[in-house]
C-alpha cells in the first residue's frame, strides 16, 4: 500500500508512477477487496479473545495491534486518518508548542500525528514510541515514501512493554503526549506511567494525554478503558504534578477528553 502525501500531508490525489492507484476507482476497488480478503483470512474474534486470555495485557494488545495493522494501518490506530492526525499537532502549537521543541509521541501508532509533527519540529526533534513492532514498520515504509527521512524522525520499540520511558534511554523532552493511548490501559499501567513522568519531562515541560471519562476506572472492552478526571488529577497530586481539563478547549474530532499537566512548582496555567 502507498502512502504518499502532499506536503501538507493530504493524500496525494494523482497516483504515482510505479506506486499504488489507491485514489483512482480501480484503486480503491483493490484497496477495498485487499482489507476484505485480509479481514476474512485474519484471526476469528474467538482467537483474538484467546491471546488476551494467554497473554499479559500488554503483550497480548501488542499483538492484536500488529494483526489489525496487517488488516487496515489507518483504522488499527483509530478513524479520521488525516483529520485527526492535522487536529493534534494544530492543537499543540496553539498551547506551546514550538520547532525547536522536543517532542515524546508516547504510542505514537502508525503516525497519524506523527508525520505532521516531524514536519513542524526541527529534525531530530520527534520521538515515536510504540510497543507494536508492525506500526512502527508500517511508520518506517511511511517515512520513506513521503520523503520524510530528512526530518530525522526516532522510532523506538518499546520492546520490554515497560512504562517506564527506560526505552527513551535517559533523553528528556519539552512534550509529550499520549493520545489515546490511556483509553486502552488500566489504572495501574497509567500510575506507572505518572511515577515516572518527572525523570522525562524537561523543566517548563508539558504533558498532554486523552482519556475516556467515566465515573470510576472500568474496562469496557477487549481493550478499552476508562478513567475518571479525578484519578488523574489524584495521580498529578501525588507526583507533584499540577493538572488542567481542557477537554472544551481541544474539541477531538473523535470522542475523546483531553488534560494537560505540568510540575505544579511552575508558573501556573493561564486559564482556559
Ligand atoms: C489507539 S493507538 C493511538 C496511536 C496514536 N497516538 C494516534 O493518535 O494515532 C494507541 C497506541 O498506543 C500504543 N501503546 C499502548 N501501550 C503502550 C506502551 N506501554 N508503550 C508504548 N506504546 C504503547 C499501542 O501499541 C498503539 O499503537
Same mark, same amino acid.
Given at each position: ?45 474467538? !482467537?483474538?479473545?484467546? #491471546? ?9 494488545y501488542?499483538?492484536h495491534?500488529? &494483526? ?8 488499527? &490506530?483509530g ?26 509521541? %508516547? ?35 511511511? &517515512?520513506?515514501?513521503?520523503?520524510? *527521512?530528512?526530518? !530525522? ?22 512534550? &509529550?503526549?499520549?493520545?489515546s493511548?490511556f483509553t486502552h490501559l488500566d ?5 506507572? %506511567? ?17 482519556y475516556n471519562?467515566s465515573?470510576?476506572?472500568c474496562q469496557t472492552g477487549l481493550k478499552d478503558f476508562r478513567h475518571? %478526571?479525578?484519578?488523574? *488529577?489524584? #495521580?498529578?497530586?501525588?507526583?507533584? %504534578? *499540577?493538572?488542567?481539563?481542557?477537554? !472544551? ?7 475523546q ?16
Amino acid at each position: 500500500m502507498s502512502h504518499s502525501e502532499n506536503p501538507d500531508g493530504s493524500p496525494s490525489v494523482a497516483p504515482e508512477v510505479g506506486s499504488s492507484d489507491q485514489y483512482t476507482q480501480w484503486g480503491r476497488f483493490r484497496s477495498v477487496l485487499r482489507k476484505g480478503w485480509r479481514r476474512f483470512t485474519g484471526p476469528s474474534n474467538r !482467537k483474538i479473545k484467546k #491471546l488476551y486470555e494467554e497473554h499479559d495485557y500488554l503483550e497480548a494488545y501488542a499483538r492484536h495491534t500488529d &494483526i489489525r495493522v496487517h488488516r487496515d494501518p489507518h483504522a488499527a &490506530i483509530g478513524a479520521n486518518w488525516y483529520e485527526h492526525g492535522q487536529h493534534q499537532l494544530s492543537f499543540l502549537v496553539e498551547h506551546g508548542l514550538k520547532p525547536e521543541h522536543r517532542l515524546l509521541d %508516547f504510542g505514537c501508532g502508525c503516525l497519524r500525528a506523527g508525520r505532521y509533527f516531524m514536519r513542524y519540529l526541527q529534525p531530530g526533534h520527534y520521538t515515536g514510541v510504540d510497543i507494536s513492532e508492525s506500526v512502527l514498520e508500517f511508520g518506517r515504509e511511511l &517515512i520513506r515514501e513521503n520523503g520524510l *527521512e530528512d526530518h !530525522k524522525p526516532n522510532l523506538i520499540h518499546n520492546a520490554d512493554r515497560s512504562l517506564d520511558f527506560s526505552c527513551c534511554k535517559g533523553a528528556t523532552f519539552d512534550r &509529550i503526549q499520549a493520545y489515546s493511548v490511556f483509553t486502552h490501559l488500566d489504572h495501574n499501567h497509567i500510575a506507572e %506511567f505518572f511515577s515516572h513522568l518527572d525523570s522525562v519531562l524537561r523543566p517548563g515541560g508539558v504533558f498532554f494525554f486523552s482519556y475516556n471519562d467515566s465515573d470510576d476506572s472500568c474496562q469496557t472492552g477487549l481493550k478499552d478503558f476508562r478513567h475518571p %478526571f479525578s484519578f488523574f *488529577e489524584e #495521580l498529578a497530586q501525588k507526583h507533584g %504534578f *499540577e493538572i488542567q481539563e481542557m477537554s !472544551k478547549a481541544f474539541k477531538d474530532p473523535g470522542t475523546q477528553n483531553f488534560a494537560r499537566v505540568q510540575r505544579n512548582t511552575e508558573t501556573p496555567f493561564p486559564a482556559l
